[in-house]
């Protein structure tokens, strides 16, 4: 499979860019999402968390 990106580097992040009709772009932010680094003492964050 190819996937074209755009990757843009900061100081402090990498951002990924795909095109907007790209087909697995819920797998790739689900991807991504489970596997950045959380912030110390942060509790893990839940879909089904709301007011």
Do not use: N, W
């Amino acid at each position: 499979m190819k996937i074209a990106v755009r990757v843009q580097e900061t100081i402090s992040r990498i951002r990924l860019s795909y095109a907007a009709c790209h087909p697995e772009a819920d797998l790739f932010q689900g991807l991504v999402t489970a596997l950045a680094p959380q912030p110390r003492g942060a509790a893990p964050q839940s879909a089904s968390a709301g007011p």
